[in-house]
């Protein structure tokens, strides 16, 4: 019966820990496509400020702030150097970052990061509404006034 009581306390207080990753503005930062045109290959999100990530592919939602990002490439046709790098990048809100190595050339061991920023539709509708100033229906004013009715200051 005492557990019975206690269940329902403990669904809300983890629904609610979920409920705040999408609730503030936020960064999503995920592996892009290779692309042989453009000499880019996929990298592997490791760590995020010092934290795994639990998908290598997408982080979860970010904090727009700055963090270190660390990247991980190598493939199947030989090492690259360095197979790892730490990359610190101030993130933007409602962003998605698209993470690429960009290489001279396949037989050659360097590569360098480069990122694709593309807004993220769903936060910037959502939280575009919240931050938009306030607007005045100019003739609902002019109106009133002309009624004799008092406008707020």
């Not at 557990?3 to 930062?29: E, I, K, S």
């Amino acid at each position: 019966m005492h557990t019975f009581l206690l269940a329902p306390p403990a669904f809300l207080l983890a629904t609610a820990a979920f409920a705040g990753m999408y609730d503030r503005p936020y960064a999503l930062v995920e592996r892009g496509d290779a692309s042989e045109t453009r000499k880019e290959a996929r990298v592997v999100v490791t760590m995020v400020d010092g934290k795994s990530t639990r998908d290598p592919r997408i982080t979860d939602p970010l904090a727009p702030v700055k963090h270190v990002i660390t990247l991980h490439f190598d493939t199947a046709r030989g090492a690259f150097r360095p197979e790892q790098i730490d990359l610190q990048v101030d993130l933007d809100a409602c962003t998605r970052y698209r993470i690429v190595a960009v290489y001279e050339n396949k037989m050659r061991p360097d590569w360098k990061p480069k990122a694709y920023a593309k807004p993220i539709p769903e936060c910037t509708t959502k939280f575009a509404k919240k931050t938009a100033p306030a607007r005045w229906d100019a003739r609902a004013v002019t109106r009133s006034a002309a009624r004799g009715l008092r406008t707020a200051p």
